[in-house]
């Protein structure tokens, strides 16, 4: 297995993120930094690698987190390791309807011995072997997006709305029902007009 080490001098993440159109119409339970955080794990992929090591410090000079907020980052990262995917699949092969949840990662590793990083310190990530399918060798009903793009958005409904529009941006049309919308944005508004002015139109001004 090889080790990626993200974020130095001659590695950056890429200009472009890929992800299954699965996890793209998936609700993802994570805040903007957690989706910041995920968006650059997925640009940092590499073919057969599925351990990256992060310096905390660059970690936050490219996200311009504030050095005393560095405990925010690591409070984030460790979030991610207990959060899961919720992925619905319609009429699959013979299994018919069926849900599945998968976590990203499968361990986060402190190599400074112990859960208490400091800001210079590298932690090592490892990405799960269920969450792999839908990262790598994608060759169909995937969706590609502008790394910085999403990173300069500011709010977590704008940052999925965008991943959304990117998926759909060679139709011109967004496939989904209002119900649909909602899910994914993981709101339960009556009233659709509600979304519409709380979220949606806020987000798609930026």
Same mark, same amino acid.
């Given at each position: 297995?090889?080790?990626?080490?993200?974020?130095?001098?001659?590695?950056?993440?890429?200009?472009?993120?890929?992800?299954?159109?699965?996890?793209?119409?998936?609700?993802?339970?994570?805040?903007?930094?957690?989706?910041?955080?995920?968006?650059?794990?997925?640009?940092?992929?590499?073919?057969?690698?599925?351990?990256?090591?992060?310096?905390?410090?660059?970690?936050?000079?490219?996200?311009?987190?504030?050095?005393?907020?560095?405990?925010?980052? #690591?409070? $984030?990262?460790?979030?991610?390791?207990? !959060?899961?995917?919720?992925? *619905?699949?319609?009429?699959? %092969?013979? @299994? /018919?309807?069926?849900?599945?949840?998968?976590?990203?990662?499968?361990?986060?590793?402190?190599?400074?011995?112990?859960?208490?990083?400091?800001?210079?310190?590298?932690?090592?990530?490892?990405?799960?072997?269920?969450?792999?399918?839908?990262?790598?060798?994608?060759?169909?009903?995937?969706?590609?997006?502008?790394?910085?793009?999403?990173?300069?958005?500011?709010?977590?409904?704008?940052?999925?709305?965008?991943? #959304?529009? $990117?998926?759909?941006?060679?139709?011109? !049309?967004?496939?989904?029902? *209002?119900?649909?919308?909602? %899910?994914? @944005? /993981?709101?339960?508004?009556?009233?659709?007009?509600?979304?519409?002015?709380?979220?949606?139109?806020?987000?798609?001004?930026?």
């Amino acid at each position: 297995m090889n080790i990626h080490t993200v974020m130095t001098k001659d590695i950056k993440p890429r200009d472009n993120v890929f992800q299954s159109n699965h996890i793209t119409q998936s609700h993802l339970p994570f805040t903007k930094l957690e989706s910041d955080i995920f968006t650059i794990i997925l640009a940092s992929l590499t073919p057969e690698t599925t351990e990256y090591s992060f310096n905390i410090k660059e970690l936050m000079d490219y996200l311009n987190i504030k050095t005393e907020n560095y405990k925010t980052l #690591i409070n $984030s990262i460790n979030n991610l390791y207990e !959060k899961s995917i919720i992925i *619905k699949h319609k009429q699959h %092969e013979n @299994l /018919g309807n069926y849900t599945e949840k998968i976590r990203l990662l499968s361990r986060i590793k402190y190599l400074n011995g112990d859960e208490k990083v400091n800001i210079n310190d590298t932690i090592t990530l490892n990405i799960s072997t269920e969450i792999q399918p839908h990262l790598f060798n994608l060759k169909e009903f995937f969706t590609s997006y502008e790394t910085q793009s999403f990173l300069r958005l500011s709010s977590i409904t704008s940052k999925k709305l965008y991943t #959304i529009f $990117s998926q759909y941006k060679n139709t011109g !049309k967004i496939l989904l029902s *209002k119900s649909q919308i909602q %899910e994914v @944005l /993981g709101t339960n508004y009556k009233e659709f007009s509600v979304l519409m002015t709380k979220h949606i139109k806020p987000a798609i001004k930026e």
